[in-house]
């Protein structure tokens, strides 16, 4: 039942944004009473909790998605893809994730493991012009910069393509670009191979 009801809710959400998430309009999707809501959520603060929760579980879950190209770079761009696609396919539940989630610490880490897990690899490899916590930030500032214009553009393919691009001039930004990457390895594996 609990399921069902989160569905309904979300699907009002993104319809009628969280103004039109009533609990007398998500009883009547689900065709329950009040009181059945009431049980499971104990109230409209409380279903709004679950959805975020919801909302937020399906956005680690993309984030998760098997499939992610090898090169660090690349990997955070298919990753941007990703993220645009979630916010672009679901505004109001994204505006509630970022409103609701914005100033908790632990969901921001969380949403950016694997953002700092490619840019700590570009690190390793020697081609980040800066350090981790100033390349997440400003990915960070990017994603929150594009994703807030999500209401003012009508073509989701035109917020795409401004985020990508966006995302790529950053990333070319905060890196050396990838013939120098090259460089950069072979010399990582003479030094490795000089210290055996």
């Given at each position: ?11 009002l959400?993104?319809k ?7 609990t ?6 689900v ?5 059945t809501?009431?049980y ?18 399906d956005f680690?879950r ?26 672009s396919?679901k ?13 908790n ?9 694997s ?6 690899r570009l690190?390793?490899?020697?081609v ?5 916590n100033?390349?997440?930030?400003a990915?960070?500032?990017?994603a929150?910069?594009v994703?807030?214009?999500?209401a ?10 401004m985020?990508?691009?966006?995302m ?5 930004a ?9 460089t950069?390895?072979?010399?990582s ?6 210290t055996?």
């Amino acid at each position: 039942m609990e399921k069902s009801i989160l569905r309904a809710a979300m699907q009002l959400l993104e319809k009628h944004g969280p103004e039109g998430l009533t609990t007398r309009a998500v009883c009547d999707a689900v065709e329950i009473t009040a009181p059945t809501l009431y049980y499971h959520f104990g109230d409209k603060r409380g279903l709004l909790d679950a959805v975020v929760a919801e909302g937020f579980e399906d956005f680690l879950r993309m984030k998760r998605e098997p499939g992610e190209p090898q090169d660090p770079r690349e990997a955070l761009l298919a990753g941007w893809d990703r993220f645009l696609e979630f916010a672009s396919e679901k505004p109001q539940l994204y505006g509630l994730l970022v409103q609701r989630l914005g100033e908790n610490p632990a969901a921001i880490r969380m949403a950016m493991t694997s953002t700092e897990k490619n840019l700590e690899r570009l690190s390793e490899i020697g081609v980040l012009k800066v350090d981790v916590n100033f390349a997440r930030n400003a990915l960070l500032a990017v994603a929150l910069g594009v994703t807030s214009k999500t209401a003012h553009i009508a073509e989701q393919s035109d917020l795409k393509a401004m985020g990508r691009f966006l995302m790529k001039s950053t990333l070319d930004a905060l890196t050396v670009q990838k013939a120098a990457i090259r460089t950069n390895r072979s010399r990582s594996k003479t030094r490795r191979a000089a210290t055996r």
